[in-house]
């Protein structure tokens, strides 16, 4: 490790981004907390179609989703590491490749739900289905904010606003952004592979 990075490190106890930001991600636990607590409780009135119905979902796009998420944390973190090295083209790379996992995430869900309605999987259908979708979408409707703030960070850092001193804004979108990962990484097997 350079001298140079290494000064640009953050302090021992620093926490990225910003109280705002964390107020957010507080805010998105709190919501999928609930949701969360709504599956479990779903699954101890309606233990049969709970243990039936993952096996009507399409876990090749499940699996699909998994890893594009995975491969966006994995970008993001990249950029914070080159916007600290200096290295904002390199930055923007990174963001772009988090931009495009997005919408290939994006893309397969909508996939996804069209694969479903042709295969008679609706919301219908039963208290796992109801579950499934209240989950899945508004997982969605977070990515899709996620996308909206990084498409602002992009301009931002393409435009010089973030240097190795200073990229906050870029430290709280990553933060947003593993949260959203993460919350993916639990509705992944609880929906897809749990019987």
Not at 109 to 126: C, D, I, P, R
Not at 177 to 193: C, E, G, K, N, S
Request: charged share 10%; proline share 3%.
């Amino acid at each position: 490790m350079s001298t140079a990075y290494a000064e640009q490190l953050p302090a021992a106890g620093h926490i990225p981004g910003n109280k705002g930001m964390w107020a957010g991600i507080l805010c998105e636990m709190t919501e999928f907390a609930v949701l969360f607590t709504v599956y479990f409780t779903a699954r101890v009135f309606f233990p049969q179609e709970f243990r039936a119905g993952p096996s009507d979902l399409n876990l090749y796009a499940g699996t699909l989703n998994t890893l594009l998420m995975i491969s966006g944390s994995y970008f993001v973190v990249n950029a914070v590491i080159a916007i600290r090295e200096n290295r904002a083209g390199l930055s923007v790379r990174w963001l772009v490749l988090v931009l495009l996992a997005a919408a290939g995430y994006m893309l397969t869900k909508y996939l996804e739900f069209g694969w479903n309605t042709a295969h008679g999987v609706t919301a219908g259908n039963g208290a796992f289905y109801t579950v499934y979708y209240y989950l899945t979408l508004t997982h969605m409707v977070h990515v899709g904010w996620g996308m909206i703030g990084l498409l602002w960070i992009i301009v931002r850092t393409r435009s010089g606003a973030y240097t190795p001193a200073e990229h906050e804004a870029m430290e709280s979108f990553a933060s947003y952004w593993h949260a959203t990962d993460l919350v993916w990484l639990i509705i992944f097997p609880l929906l897809y592979l749990l019987r």
